[in-house]
């Protein structure tokens, strides 16, 4: 498995900005972003495969979120623009297990999490 480290979460204001940060001790080909608020399931929210650079968001997030990292730093970063109060959640990273080649939306697709950190996001 993998050790995933996130930072960056906080509170802001409906139309502001957050980046998270997440440092993997090793590199994995997919790394993804899940999310999860209180009362529902854990969320994909994007991914990245490093091997063609491809990138997937979900429909929720698209325009507003990127994902981008540097894999040789095993880093991984989600830019959050335009906030919005349905943002709200505790954002995980995750590394996709190895022997999977494509970009998959679905938690038990992921074999390491991170401790998650808080968004919350105020109206």
């Known amino acids: 498995q993998v050790q995933l480290v996130e930072s960056g979460g906080g509170l802001v204001q409906a139309g502001g900005s957050l980046r998270l940060s997440c440092a993997a001790s090793?590199?994995?080909?997919?790394m993804g972003w899940f999310r999860q608020a209180p009362g529902n399931e854990r969320e994909f929210v994007a991914g990245?495969?490093?091997?063609?650079?491809?990138?997937e968001y979900a429909d929720s997030v698209k325009g507003r979120f990127t994902i981008s990292g540097d894999n040789d730093k095993n880093t991984v970063y989600l830019q959050m623009n335009s906030l919005k109060p349905e943002d709200t959640a505790v954002y995980y990273c995750?590394?996709?297990?190895?022997?999977?080649?494509?970009?998959?939306?679905?938690?038990?697709?992921?074999?390491?999490w991170g401790q998650g950190t808080q968004v919350t996001v105020s109206s």
């Open positions: 995750a590394a996709e297990k190895p022997y999977y080649s494509g970009i998959y939306y679905h938690p038990t697709n992921y074999d390491s």
């Open positions: 990245i495969r490093w091997s063609g650079g491809i990138t």
């Open positions: 090793v590199s994995r080909n997919v």
